[in-house]
């Protein structure tokens, strides 16, 4: 039996969707009745179709058991994306022995926020997301698929690449990871000499040793950012295939998931016996399902953005009201860095995804009933699977937690609500990530100071003028006005200005990591300043009141709100590490509580 406060967030998610849902689906329909495309091309365009397709042009020809189209973000640059280079190889293998075939339908780009944090091209990272629907949808338009596999794993590859799926909705799909990296330098340590170096503590070559250290191989990072809360979210929405997340690259069990994945993308198309396009998948219930594995978890900021974009791309509209009704009631059960000190391999060791569901679908906090791609029922993800003598099976996962310092049932949870909030008032609409907040660090009452860049916020702290409690505001972050970067590179220094006992809190219009940590941070507000929102209105030594217990983010200083907005010069913002390319994005983008995305607010 579903809780009475997840049933009717459902409910009413699905009568504001209503419209755009049912047209949606009219679509989709309208497009699964046309058939398989490759009989309708012409002799030409399928020779043109299949001359690079080596041993399998014939079959292509003459008869198939599906054709499965590859849509990959393979680089080499990128641990998480590495392990990518070797799939099309084995999906085509196991094509074959279902009596199918595949082939790359084409690649996405894949960035890293890590990489990118505190440079100019993280003003392209949101916008990454959109460019990879854009490119995925190239991908597929050539319409000679019978199905769809997906290989995507972090912050903006996994949200876009469902975009695309759910515009091509009446194709079946599986998203396929690549796994996480094996554990290396303790996370909390790392973060150590980050401070470290920040306080000028250390040199560079302290920190980047510890770097080294914690990023060291191939497969994606280990702590809980937005690359594996991608990962959790495609499990308790049943697009991966049970218990693939966090097996680690380039192992047995893990082929065997890529190649077991392919098989049953082709059973799920219309040629095969199980018909089952992603419309089917992707509705309201998968979608708060999404929501309650996000605040059981303790997962990352940006999906309160992503999963709005994902959503509007079949016809759902989600409110970030629905995701803090959500996050009242489901209890915190895992703790993950930086919710804690464990890696992913460790939370994976512990129970998992697959007790983290059996835990929450006894609490009665999930939608038993959602369609998956490894059929009917969510039940199927507490199994977990495994490599025998005879191949991949799957056998049912713990039903108790094996550490609980990491994972806990949700009848003795870490804390009783969920790992983000919202918050409202005179000042926007913002969210915050409090599952790594202290409850003594989640109100803070000061005056601001109001910063338009981030490396102004670092050369006031390298000149010591951050003293004393304050809100921080770093303004014109927002999508309009250059991409929204995140602002992880702040975490440092607004964590030693909290250790030395300030009260400190951020506030801006751009946003945190998925590692946001133990500082509270009111990001994503609305309106942004470029939009004349009141962020725009404040002054230096004006009252904030930031409150997440409470859910308020209010301007305490009398006369603030009838000030005219302060503009900003953008033109830095404009120009250089490919972002001119990027102009009309900015000229269209949609509001973050819409999604940030080009493709209607």
């Known amino acids: 039996m579903v809780r009475s406060v997840i049933q009717r967030v459902t409910d009413r998610i699905a009568a504001r969707s209503a419209a755009p849902r049912s047209a949606y689906l009219d679509r989709m329909e309208a497009a699964r009745a046309n058939g398989p495309a490759r009989a309708h091309l012409s002799c030409s365009g399928q020779a043109h179709a299949y001359a690079g397709a080596g041993e399998d042009q014939q079959k292509l020809a003459s008869s198939s058991a599906g054709n499965l189209g590859i849509v990959t973000s393979y680089?080499?640059?990128?641990?998480?994306?590495?392990?990518?280079?070797?799939?099309?190889?084995?999906?085509?293998?196991?094509?074959?022995?279902?009596?199918?075939?595949?082939?790359?339908?084409?690649?996405?780009?894949?960035?890293?926020?890590?990489?990118?944090?505190?440079?100019?091209?993280?003003?392209?990272?949101?916008?990454?997301?959109?460019?990879?629907?854009?490119?995925?949808?190239?991908?597929?338009?050539?319409?000679?698929?019978?199905?769809?596999?997906?290989?995507?794993?972090?912050?903006?590859?996994?949200?876009?690449?469902?975009?695309?799926?759910?515009?091509?909705?009446?194709?079946?799909?599986?998203?396929?990871?690549?796994?996480?990296?094996?554990?290396?330098?303790?996370?909390?340590?790392?973060?150590?000499?980050?401070?470290?170096?920040?306080?000028?503590?250390?040199?560079?070559?302290?920190?980047?040793?510890?770097?080294?250290?914690?990023?060291?191989?191939?497969?994606?990072?280990?702590?809980?950012?937005?690359?594996?809360?991608?990962?959790?979210?495609?499990?308790?929405?049943?697009?991966?295939?049970?218990?693939?997340?966090?097996?680690?690259?380039?192992?047995?069990?893990?082929?065997?998931?890529?190649?077991?994945?392919?098989?049953?993308?082709?059973?799920?198309?219309?040629?095969?016996?199980?018909?089952?396009?992603?419309?089917?998948?992707?509705?309201?219930?998968?979608?708060?399902?999404?929501?309650?594995?996000?605040?059981?978890?303790?997962?990352?900021?940006?999906?309160?953005?992503?999963?709005?974009?994902?959503?509007?791309?079949?016809?759902?509209?989600?409110?970030?009201?629905?995701?803090?009704?959500?996050?009242?009631?489901?209890?915190?059960?895992?703790?993950?860095?930086?919710?804690?000190?464990?890696?992913?391999?460790?939370?994976?060791?512990?129970?998992?995804?697959?007790?983290?569901?059996?835990?929450?679908?006894?609490?009665?906090?999930?939608?038993?009933?959602?369609?998956?791609?490894?059929?009917?029922?969510?039940?199927?993800?507490?199994?977990?699977?495994?490599?025998?003598?005879?191949g991949l099976t799957w056998q049912n996962g713990t039903d108790h937690s094996l550490n609980e310092k990491i994972l806990r049932p949700a009848s003795d949870p870490f804390q009783q609500t969920g790992g983000l909030s919202r918050l409202t008032g005179s000042l926007g609409t913002a969210v915050m990530k409090v599952s790594a907040v202290a409850t003594e660090h989640r109100i803070v009452e000061a005056p601001v100071r109001v910063f338009h860049d981030q490396e102004d916020v670092k050369s006031a702290f390298r000149a010591g003028e951050l003293t004393g409690d304050m809100v921080v505001v770093v303004r014109f972050q927002g999508p309009k006005a250059n991409g929204m970067p995140e602002l992880h590179s702040l975490t440092p220094i607004l964590s030693i200005l909290q250790g030395r006992g300030q009260k400190v809190a951020l506030v801006t219009d751009g946003r945190m990591s998925g590692a946001s940590g133990k500082v509270p941070a009111a990001i994503h507000v609305v309106p942004e300043a470029?939009?004349?929102?009141?962020?725009?209105?404040?002054?230096?030594?004006?009252?904030?009141?930031?409150?997440?217990?409470?859910?308020?983010?209010?301007?305490?200083?009398?006369?603030?709100?009838?000030?005219?907005?302060?503009l900003a010069d953008l033109s830095g913002s404009q120009f250089g590490t490919g972002r001119e390319l990027f102009s009309a994005f900015r000229a269209v983008v949609g509001s973050a509580d819409t999604g940030a995305s080009i493709f209607g607010g």
């Open 530 to 566: 470029l939009d004349g929102g009141p962020i725009a209105r404040l002054q230096d030594g004006d009252m904030v009141r930031v409150d997440a217990e409470t859910g308020v983010l209010d301007i305490l200083t009398d006369g603030a709100l009838d000030r005219a907005p302060v």
């Open 75 to 390: 680089n080499d640059m990128l641990s998480a994306h590495q392990p990518f280079e070797r799939y099309p190889h084995l999906i085509r293998r196991a094509a074959r022995t279902a009596g199918g075939t595949a082939q790359v339908a084409g690649g996405v780009p894949a960035m890293c926020d890590g990489v990118t944090q505190g440079a100019p091209g993280m003003e392209l990272s949101l916008f990454s997301r959109d460019v990879i629907a854009l490119a995925a949808g190239v991908a597929l338009s050539h319409n000679t698929f019978d199905a769809a596999v997906f290989l995507g794993v972090c912050d903006k590859i996994v949200p876009g690449l469902v975009i695309a799926a759910q515009t091509f909705g009446h194709l079946p799909a599986v998203f396929i990871p690549a796994g996480p990296m094996t554990s290396g330098m303790p996370n909390d340590e790392k973060a150590k000499v980050r401070q470290k170096f920040a306080a000028g503590e250390c040199g560079r070559a302290e920190l980047m040793a510890a770097e080294m250290a914690a990023y060291h191989g191939p497969g994606t990072c280990t702590f809980y950012g937005t690359a594996n809360t991608n990962q959790m979210l495609m499990e308790f929405m049943g697009l991966h295939l049970p218990g693939a997340s966090f097996v680690p690259p380039n192992t047995g069990l893990r082929d065997a998931l890529t190649e077991e994945a392919a098989r049953r993308a082709l059973a799920l198309s219309a040629l095969g016996n199980s018909y089952t396009p992603v419309a089917q998948i992707l509705d309201e219930r998968a979608y708060v399902n999404g929501i309650v594995g996000l605040m059981a978890t303790g997962g990352s900021t940006n999906l309160l953005i992503h999963l709005v974009a994902m959503a509007r791309a079949g016809g759902i509209l989600l409110d970030w009201a629905d995701f803090a009704d959500i996050s009242s009631v489901v209890p915190l059960v895992a703790r993950v860095y930086p919710n804690g000190l464990a890696d992913v391999n460790h939370f994976h060791a512990a129970g998992g995804l697959g007790y983290t569901i059996h835990t929450l679908l006894e609490a009665g906090l999930l939608h038993p009933d959602t369609q998956t791609v490894a059929g009917q029922g969510l039940e199927r993800y507490t199994q977990e699977p495994t490599l025998t003598d005879t």
